[in-house]
């Protein structure tokens, strides 16, 4: 039987061919579009780095890099070595490594830039992070290292180096700007360590509330240096780098203390704060010690604002920047000193101003030379200020829409000597709210060297800018008389020189009346006295014919050569202060006096560093002689009998504030009670103040509240108490000391009148120059 044939096998599928050429021709495209890509990036990162064509923008060179500049504030210090204030645009002050603590270090790390010690500059996994985010709007993860933002922020990436003609607000400009970041982080890896990178960035960064650097923001925020914040507290400012308004702790508490929060979260992730300790920090609340830097704070802030107008020819000349250079500025003051006048002037004016106050309690203070109110005083005085001006020129001259604006009113902050207030006032209100305030001046330095010791320019100065010591100028009255006896003494005459106490007329000259200037009493009793005496009662009878024997050109000549540098007219009224000068002129020439007849500059700075430390300038005073030393000496003993001298204007000194030192002293009172001075001398101290209202027609009444020896005599009183009884300062208590040489003519007048001091008989025989008899070439 047949059997059926065996099955046919199946031949194999074969394989389909591999198309070898395809693949490869493929492979070789991305092998070259990669190298394409490659070769052109790198040709980009050298045109961005070389600025080809002009078309990126500019390149910081290797002396930038090895050097970058940030801004810093230049710091101001005392002579004792206490920081006054200081003087910025952006407030830095930089910090070294070793006292950046390592909580502070962590918590940046963990937060901005975990591998931070890995990367040399570019970390390409938070690149790609940055690019996903972009890509899928999730803006949670950024790609820059802490390298690339310190290059971003001290290189002003985005501002000083995006001026290239591509540069713009695209995303080719965009990404101009990534790219030079990038360079610069890593040339900036290349330069420097890592320990220095770190401290660049905290050095260098904002937190928010003008604090530029964590020096600066540990003090704002926390009163602290950076070494001694807590981990919550260095966690809360890394915290606010990011976004420094947004989570400022002081603007925005709940929103700043999650950030805070999540930053130590990140700090657990990473292994630099135990899990056991994260509940605990987490759940503190965050305590402040907030307190913004300016420069109505601090110190000595009106004597800082002279500071730097008397440095800003220096800074031009020598191409410095006050405010970014982080220079350290050396001044003559003492910070103790500073602190005795600014309580002092405080404590003396809340009390004149209480007085004040009730003194014209119901009625208007502003009064003319007759006491009757000025018509429109306040309307004119606001006529006068940049609010007045600004709303002229926003609502174009239309007097309607500003007088509106004047009058509307606001919640605003006011001076009181209770502290400042929140009260509800128009500008107009606050006009003459603060017109109605008393002013103060003061100054004291060192006569043997011209260095400024003290210098209070108003009442407060976030309220009242104006400088009442050097800015201010008003009329001395008789604290200008010690010049006129300068020039008597300079000439031949002596202390004991008697005069009687009779009217002196000036000459009616050119349609002017004659003029008989009347004592403070009003009237002359006749009586002789000594041109001491005269001086310590402060007698215009007597200085009058003075001025009528010496001349007024005289005068004004022995003025300039005191270094009074305010323009003094020749006039009959000079002997009375009637040409304005301030506090500043005559301080120098009452120390001239003192320094033996050298006239000496009053000097506010020593020297000059930069931030490194080397000396940039050393102030020396100007000096110049222009009184023997016997005059000088003279003049010590004049002023010391306003003290001593019955009826001497100044004797509370000894009286009532019980000082048993040698002190010289002169007051001044000018018209209407409008100014009230008081000079005061030691062997190694001059002091000079002044108070009165902003505007001379606002003033006391009559000389039981306004003259000199009430209104500004006991603000010295109070300052030397203190300086006296701090022993520490080293004030002089020695008398006056005495010329090398014998002195030319005797003092003690109770030898040429038998003891009688108060009065001298008109037909007492006296062996001193008589005046009328001393030709010109005498005189």
Not at 123 to 148: E, H, P, Y
Not at 554 to 570: F, H, M, P, V, W
């Amino acid at each position: 039987m047949p059997t059926s044939p065996p099955a046919r096998r199946s031949k194999p599928t074969p394989p389909k061919p591999v198309r070898k050429g395809r693949f490869t021709a493929f492979a070789r495209t991305m092998w070259l579009l990669f190298g394409a890509g490659i070769v052109g990036a790198g040709l980009l990162v050298l045109a961005v780095s070389g600025n080809f064509l002009n078309l990126f923008g500019r390149m910081p060179n290797l002396k930038t890099l090895e050097n970058p500049r940030s801004e810093l504030a230049s710091e101001i210090y005392s002579a004792d070595g206490v920081l006054l204030g200081k003087y910025f645009r952006e407030n830095r002050t930089p910090v070294d490594y070793k006292d950046l603590p390592q909580n502070l270090i962590d918590a940046l790390i963990a937060t901005e830039d975990v591998r931070f010690e890995q990367h040399s500059g570019i970390d390409m996994k938070s690149i790609f992070r940055g690019v996903a985010g972009v890509a899928t709007f999730n803006r949670s993860g950024g790609g820059s290292t802490l390298t690339q933002q310190v290059a971003k922020v001290l290189f002003r990436t985005r501002a000083d180096l995006n001026d290239g003609r591509l540069n713009g607000d695209g995303k080719l400009g965009l990404l101009i700007i990534k790219i030079k970041e990038w360079i610069l982080a890593i040339r900036l890896e290349r330069n420097y360590t890592k320990r220095e990178i770190l401290r660049m960035y905290l050095n260098t960064v904002e937190y928010g509330s003008n604090a530029f650097g964590i020096n600066v923001a540990a003090k704002t925020y926390f009163n602290k240096a950076p070494k001694d914040l807590t981990t919550p507290e260095a966690a809360t400012l890394v915290g606010i780098v990011n976004r420094p308004t947004a989570f400022n702790p002081k603007l925005h508490p709940d929103r700043s203390r999650k950030r805070r929060n999540w930053v130590l979260r990140q700090m657990t992730k990473y292994g630099y704060l135990p899990a056991s300790e994260l509940a605990r920090d987490t759940a503190k609340a965050i305590v402040l010690h907030y307190s913004v830097e300016n420069p109505s704070k601090g110190l000595a802030p009106y004597f800082r604002a002279e500071v730097v107008k008397s440095l800003l020819t220096w800074a031009r000349e020598t191409d410095h920047d006050l405010y970014s250079d982080g220079l350290k500025i050396y001044t003559t003051v003492d910070s103790r000193m500073q602190v005795y006048a600014e309580k002092s002037v405080a404590e003396h004016l809340a009390l004149q101003q209480k007085w004040f106050t009730q003194h014209w309690k119901g009625q208007l203070p502003w009064r003319d030379e007759n006491g009757k109110v000025i018509p429109q005083f306040l309307n004119i005085s606001m006529r006068r200020t940049q609010r007045y001006k600004s709303l002229m020129n926003i609502y174009d001259g239309n007097r309607d829409s500003v007088n509106y604006y004047l009058r509307k009113k606001y919640k605003m902050p006011v001076f009181t000597w209770q502290g400042e207030k929140e009260m509800l006032m128009s500008p107009l209100d606050s006009l003459a709210y603060y017109k109605r305030y008393l002013q103060a001046g003061f100054m004291a330095m060192n006569p043997l060297n011209g260095q400024i010791k003290a210098w209070v320019g108003g009442a407060n100065y976030k309220f009242f800018k104006f400088d009442h010591v050097r800015q201010g100028k008003r009329q001395p009255g008789s604290a200008f008389k010690p010049i006129v006896y300068t020039a008597a003494i300079d000439q031949g005459y002596s202390p004991c020189y008697p005069r009687p106490d009779v009217a002196t007329t000036f000459p009616g000259v050119a349609g002017r009346a004659p003029y008989t200037p009347k004592n403070f009493e009003g009237g002359f009793s006749g009586r002789v006295f000594t041109l001491r005496q005269a001086l310590a009662r402060s007698m215009n009878s007597i200085t009058a014919w003075l001025v009528m024997k010496l001349t007024p050109e005289t005068i004004a000549g022995y003025a300039k050569r005191l270094g009074i540098n305010s323009e003094i007219d020749a006039v009959p009224s000079i002997g009375f202060g009637a040409s304005d000068c301030n506090i500043f002129e005559l301080c120098g020439a009452y120390a001239t006096f003192v320094n033996k007849g050298v006239w000496t500059s009053p000097v506010m700075v020593t020297r000059i560093e930069d931030k490194n430390g080397n000396v940039l300038r050393e102030f020396v005073p100007q000096t110049k002689e222009v009184l023997s030393e016997e005059t000088a000496y003279l003049m010590t003993y004049m002023l010391q009998a306003s003290t001593t001298e019955p009826g001497g204007t100044s004797t509370i000194l000894h009286t009532g504030f019980k000082f048993p030192y040698e002190i010289g002293a002169k007051t001044g009172t000018t018209s209407n009670y409008s100014d009230a001075w008081f000079m005061g001398i030691t062997p190694d101290l001059v002091c000079g103040m002044w108070i009165g209202g902003e505007d001379r027609s606002i003033h006391f009444r009559n000389g039981g509240y306004g003259q000199g020896a009430r209104l500004a005599l006991p603000l010295y009183g109070l300052f030397m108490q203190k300086v006296y009884k701090d022993k520490s300062i080293g004030i002089s208590t020695a008398p006056f000391p005495k010329p090398a040489a014998p002195l030319s003519i005797e003092i003690d007048c109770s030898k040429y009148y038998g003891g009688q001091r108060d009065t001298i008989p008109d037909d007492q025989k006296l062996n001193v120059p008589d005046a009328d008899a001393l030709n010109d070439e005498d005189i």
